[in-house]
């Protein structure tokens, strides 16, 4: 059974840092392409960052680029966002999803068939 486990969400100051990590179980990390989504509330989802599974290639969006680096552990099937310089407007519910496909093809939400339950974010002083 595939199953994707978030955490590392909380409160944190602005220009603080965040380590978010998504658990995966049921497949391996080489098959999927795992992405970041966001939703901050009366917002649509939005992607943030996505890895691919074959090669490990990368693509974070314009909001978040030169703030957040995507990264996984092979050994642990862990994904993590590390996001740095946090802003008030990186408060959202973040969640990794995964798509059966080895490289990443956008941010549609439509495209990831396994979602976690999402982590909650809080940018605030």
């Known amino acids: 059974q595939v199953q994707l486990v978030e955490s590392g969400g909380g409160l944190v100051q602005p220009g603080g840092s965040l380590r978010l990590s998504c658990a995966a179980s049921g497949f391996t990390l080489d098959t999927y392409a795992i992405a970041w989504f966001r939703q901050a509330p009366g917002k649509e989802r939005e992607g943030v960052s996505c890895m691919s599974g074959a090669d490990g290639t990368t693509y974070v969006a314009d909001s978040v680029k030169g703030r957040s680096t995507i990264s996984r552990d092979n050994a642990k099937n862990t994904v993590y966002l590390q996001m740095n310089s946090l802003k008030p407007e990186d408060t959202a519910v973040y969640y990794c999803?995964?798509?059966?496909?080895?490289?990443?093809?956008?941010?549609?939400?439509?495209?990831?068939?396994?979602w976690g339950q999402g982590t909650q974010v809080t940018v605030s002083s």
């Open positions: 999803a995964g798509a059966a496909i080895y490289y990443c093809s956008g941010y549609d939400p439509y495209e990831y068939d396994h």
